[in-house]
């Protein structure tokens, strides 16, 4: 019952135990993109799509969008990594302008990263549509 608020917990308690559950989740995604971005890879060069008849200029293009997808994610995988150092600082913090530096940190943090996330998602509806659509040409 990780997730319940107990009495004795104060505001600040609260607030990091948040501020780690989202840093954990923004690791997890991270991961599985990087996982999905190379089951993409792999189908993508697979026999199965090298005998279906497409375009050879999309599937160089696809393969050019998932290197740059790649490549933003290990981005952000890197500015979570730095986030997280920077704000293991909070804990040094002695006043309250101290600590809403880092929680705005925070709150910026997560738009932008959600942001990414949310991107990616729409991307990997795309290519999971290109594959659908190769699939049921070659059946």
């Known amino acids: 019952m990780k997730d319940l608020i107990y009495q004795h917990e104060t505001i600040d308690d609260l607030q990091m135990r948040f501020m780690d559950r989202d840093i954990e989740v ?10 999905e971005i190379l089951f993409f890879k792999r189908m993508l060069n697979s026999s199965i799509f090298k ?5 050879q200029q999309n599937k160089n293009d696809l393969s050019d969008d998932l290197t740059s997808v790649k490549a933003i994610n290990e981005s952000y995988s890197n500015l979570l990594l730095d986030f997280v150092n920077k704000l293991d600082m909070i804990k040094e913090c ?4 101290c600590e809403t530096f880092y929680l ?3 709150v910026k943090f997560r ?3 959600e942001s990414h ?6 991307y990997k509806m ?4 290109f594959f ?3 699939l049921e040409d070659k059946i």
């Open 94 to 97: 002695d006043d309250v302008q």
């Open 104 to 106: 705005n940190n925070h």
């Open 132 to 134: 659908d659509n190769c």
């Open 117 to 122: 996330f949310s991107a990616y998602r729409f």
């Open 26 to 35: 923004w690791k997890e995604d991270v991961s599985i993109i990087r996982i």
């Open 111 to 113: 738009k932008d990263i």
């Open 51 to 55: 005998t279906v008849n497409f375009n």
């Open 126 to 129: 795309n290519i999971i549509l």
